[in-house]
């Protein structure tokens, strides 16, 4: 890493905009969640099974489910974006 006395400006710089990524990087439990509903509400609306023999319910998006109802954001919204990516449809940009 350069050594910040030659440009102090640019490494002030720097260190704000990795600060302001770090703060938007870090979402909120309330922001967590509501990605977790979103997701599992767009893949029941685009993968629900309703045919007579289709196997029942789909067991990654029940856990996914579940580990978002127990705080577990982040596996549940990984769970559901694989699952969302592995039905080729699209995932929304998070907020």
Same mark, same amino acid.
């Given at each position: 890493?350069?050594?910040?006395? /030659?440009?102090?400006?640019?490494?002030?710089?720097?260190?704000?905009?990795? /600060?302001?990524?770090?703060? /938007?990087?870090?979402?909120?439990?309330?922001?967590?969640?509501?990605?977790?509903?979103?997701?599992?509400?767009?893949?029941?609306?685009?993968?629900?099974?309703?045919?007579?023999?289709? $196997?029942?319910?789909?067991?990654?998006?029940? $856990?996914?489910?579940?580990?978002?109802?127990? $705080?577990?954001?982040?596996?549940?919204?990984?769970?559901?974006?694989?699952?969302?990516?592995?039905?080729?449809?699209?995932?929304?940009?998070?907020?």
């Amino acid at each position: 890493m350069r050594n910040c006395s /030659s440009a102090p400006v640019l490494c002030a710089l720097a260190g704000f905009l990795l /600060s302001a990524a770090a703060a /938007s990087a870090q979402q909120t439990n309330e922001q967590l969640a509501a990605r977790c509903a979103e997701l599992g509400a767009l893949y029941d609306r685009y993968n629900t099974r309703r045919s007579e023999g289709s $196997g029942g319910p789909d067991m990654i998006r029940l $856990g996914a489910g579940i580990d978002c109802q127990k $705080g577990r954001y982040q596996q549940g919204i990984k769970a559901l974006e694989d699952l969302l990516q592995r039905n080729r449809v699209p995932i929304p940009p998070a907020n």
